[in-house]
């Protein structure tokens, strides 16, 4: 089986996109739908503008995070609501995959960590990629 995957752009809609200065003492980002990506103090070395934009396709969800290669000292926390997706799981599974600036395709994002409640999941991003988020 292949970490990679294909992804059309069709059918892609787009939520939102916000920037932001994030200082050396952290910062969060608030998206649509209570989606917030929270920049821990100590995770970047000097201030940085940020900028995530944030998609929709069927059962997943796409954040393209800017500017690309950014490495956090501390990972950045994202945090989806479960109400993000039509249907309710109650052990719902998040399939991670990221795609790097270097490379088109899709790989499974394995250093990328997650837990979920009913109500929520929590991510630990540790550099901007564009990440793609499939529940099931």
């Known amino acids: 089986m292949s970490n990679q995957k294909r992804l059309a752009s069709d059918n892609l809609i787009i939520l939102t996109q916000q920037t932001k200065l994030i200082p050396s003492e952290g910062g969060t980002i608030n998206l649509a739908d209570g989606i917030s990506l929270v920049v821990p103090a100590g995770a970047l070395a000097s201030p940085a503008e940020i900028c995530v934009a944030l998609h929709r396709r069927d059962d997943s969800i796409l954040f393209h995070f800017e500017p690309h290669g950014t490495v ?12 993000c997706w039509a249907e309710s799981s109650h052990n719902p599974t998040l399939h991670t995959y990221y795609q790097s600036y270097e490379w088109s395709q899709w790989q499974l994002a394995s250093f990328v960590t997650w837990y979920g409640t009913p109500e929520v999941f929590h991510i ?6 564009s990440y793609y988020f499939i529940r099931r």
């Open 72 to 83: 956090f000292k501390y990972p950045a926390q994202l945090t989806i609501p479960q109400t």
């Open 124 to 129: 630990q991003i540790p550099h901007f990629s």
